[in-house]
T-cell receptor, first 111, second 111 residues
Framework: DTAVSQTPKYLVTQMGNDKSIKCEQNLGHDTMYWYKQDSKKFLKIMFSYNNKELIINETVPNRFSPKSPDKAHLNLHINSLELGDSAVYFC??????????FGDGTRLSIL | QKEVEQDPGPLSVPEGAIVSLNCTYSNSAFQYFMWYRQYSRKGPELLMYTYSSGNKEDGRFTAQVDKSSKYISLFIRDSQPSDSATYLCAMSENNFNKFYFGSGTKLNVKP
C-alpha cells in the first residue's frame, strides 16, 4: 500500500529518445510535484500541480512536459533526452498546508 | 549563493553519540522548516516539521529553529546504526507548496 509510487524505478535509454515517468498517490492529496535530484543530492523542484492545475513551473527546458490526468496522477514526459538529464526524479504529494510525501524515485541514465 | 546551505559531510559518529545537523538560510521569509531522512536508493521521508522559531521534540529527535540567526538544527540522541542516512533540511515561505532543500548531510553511525 505504497503512498506515492513511481514507475519505472530505473530507466536506461539513449540520447535523443523520448520517455515518460508515471506517478500515482493514494493519499487523497490535492497537490503533486516533480523534483530532480542531481549527483550531489541536491533536490530541485520542477513542477507542481494542484487539482490538475499547474501552479509551479520552474526554469525547466520545455522538453519536459508534465501531465495530470486526475489529482491522483502526475506523469512526466521528456523529449529528446540529453546527457544532462541523467538524475533521480522524485514525485511527491501533499495536502494543503502540510509537508510533502515523496516516492522512491526514478533513476534515469542517458547513454 | 544558494537559498539553503548544508554541510554535505560525511559525518561519522559512534553508536550512542548525540548528533547535531545544521542548515543556514538567507531568506528571512521562510516560516516552515522541515527535516527529511533519505536512505540510499529511497525517497526522502519526513522526520519533523516546525513553524517559525522554537524547539520541537519527537522521541530521540529534536528540531530547533533560530530565525534571528537564520539557522536550524536537528539533534539525534542515542544515535543508532539505523540512523545512518542522508538528512535533508527544507524550508518554505507561507505555505508548503514550494520547498527549498539543502543538499543533505550524510550521516554514518558506527556500531
Amino acid at each position: 500500500d505504497t503512498a506515492v509510487s513511481q514507475t519505472p524505478k530505473y530507466l536506461v535509454t539513449q540520447m535523443g529518445n523520448d520517455k515518460s515517468i508515471k506517478c500515482e498517490q493514494n493519499l487523497g492529496h490535492d497537490t503533486m510535484y516533480w523534483y530532480k535530484q542531481d549527483s550531489k543530492k541536491f533536490l530541485k523542484i520542477m513542477f507542481s500541480y494542484n487539482n490538475k492545475e499547474l501552479i509551479i513551473n520552474e526554469t525547466v527546458p520545455n522538453r519536459f512536459s508534465p501531465k495530470s490526468p486526475d489529482k491522483a496522477h502526475l506523469n512526466l514526459h521528456i523529449n529528446s533526452l540529453e546527457l544532462g538529464d541523467s538524475a533521480v526524479y522524485f514525485c511527491a504529494s501533499s495536502q494543503a498546508s502540510q509537508p510533502q510525501h515523496f516516492g522512491d524515485g526514478t533513476r534515469l541514465s542517458i547513454l | 549563493q544558494k537559498e539553503v546551505e548544508q554541510d554535505p559531510g560525511p559525518l561519522s559518529v559512534p553508536e550512542g553519540a548525540i548528533v547535531s545537523l545544521n542548515c543556514t538560510y538567507s531568506n528571512s521569509a521562510f516560516q516552515y522548516f522541515m527535516w527529511y531522512r533519505q536512505y540510499s536508493r529511497k525517497g526522502p521521508e519526513l522526520l519533523m516539521y516546525t513553524y517559525s522559531s522554537g524547539n520541537k521534540e519527537d522521541g530521540r529527535f529534536t528540531a530547533q529553529v533560530d530565525k534571528s540567526s537564520k539557522y536550524i538544527s536537528l539533534f539525534i540522541r542515542d544515535s543508532q546504526p539505523s540512523d545512518s542516512a542522508t538528512y535533508l533540511c527544507a524550508m518554505s515561505e507561507n505555505n508548503f507548496n514550494k520547498f527549498y532543500f539543502g543538499s543533505g548531510t550524510k550521516l554514518n553511525v558506527k556500531p
